[in-house]
């Protein structure tokens, strides 16, 4: 059975960094791509991050670019999403997803002072 | 960038009625069209891929069609089990959602 349990969510002050964290189980991690999508509070889903299977291709919406990044470590079937320079309006709960096929539980990330 | 509109936002609908739910794309999307069900405090759980495929283990009362712009998700009998929010995700050009439409029983 697939498994995404995301971690490392919280609150953070504007402008500061956080590291979400996801591990991944019963599946062949390095054989899929992995994304991260978001929900903000009573707002629509926000696909923020894609990264090929070996790490070396990674893809991002203009909304997070330059502030968001996505990587992997195919040993140890993780998912990393590094946020800098953190918005309020980055407000939301984060979803680990194997692409389109499957998603986590989520955790959720509050920017306020 | 590619607009996805899904109608209804909300549905209620009563134990066995036929239940359609619409995402129409703002230009051709083939059929990169994938539907999602999510029920409260549950991750979101795919149904339907490529726009009539249906994902492994979901029932068969839902189903779904469509290709080019306008998509349509099915259930054909209405179950208690049903009561969810479901949306649309385009992957043809980058990924975007349908705003969610959310379904109870009536």
């Known amino acids: 059975e697939v498994q995404l349990v995301e971690s490392g969510g919280g609150l953070v002050q504007p402008g500061r960094s956080l590291k979400l964290s996801c591990a991944a189980s019963?599946?062949?991690?390095?054989?899929?791509?992995m994304a991260w999508v978001r929900q903000a509070p009573k707002k629509g889903l926000e696909w923020v991050a894609t990264?090929?299977?070996?790490?070396?291709?990674?893809y991002y919406p203009d909304s997070v670019k330059g502030r968001f990044t996505i990587s992997r470590d195919n040993a140890k079937s993780s998912l990393y999403l590094q946020m800098n320079s953190l918005k309020s309006e980055d407000t939301a709960t984060y979803y680990c997803?194997?692409?389109?096929?499957?998603w986590g539980q989520g955790v959720m990330v509050t920017v306020s002072s | 960038d590619i607009q996805m509109t899904q109608s209804p936002s909300f549905l209620s609908a009563s134990v066995g009625d036929r239940v359609t739910i619409n995402c129409k794309a703002s230009?051709?999307?083939?059929?990169?069209l994938n539907w999602y069900q999510q029920k409260l405090g549950e991750a979101p759980k795919l149904l339907i891929y490529?726009?009539?495929s249906l994902q492994t283990g979901i029932p068969s009362r839902f189903s779904g069609s469509g290709s080019g712009t306008d998509f349509t998700l099915t259930i054909s009998s209405l179950q208690p089990e049903d009561v969810a929010t479901y949306f649309c995700?385009?992957?043809?050009?980058?990924?975007?959602f349908g705003s969610g439409t959310k379904l109870e029983i009536k």
């Open positions: 490529n726009a009539n």
């Open positions: 995700l385009q992957h043809n050009s980058w990924f975007t």
């Open positions: 990264i090929s299977t070996s790490g070396s291709r990674t």
């Open positions: 019963g599946f062949t991690f390095s054989n899929y791509y």
């Open positions: 230009q051709n999307i083939n059929r990169y």
């Open positions: 997803a194997r692409h389109t096929t499957h």
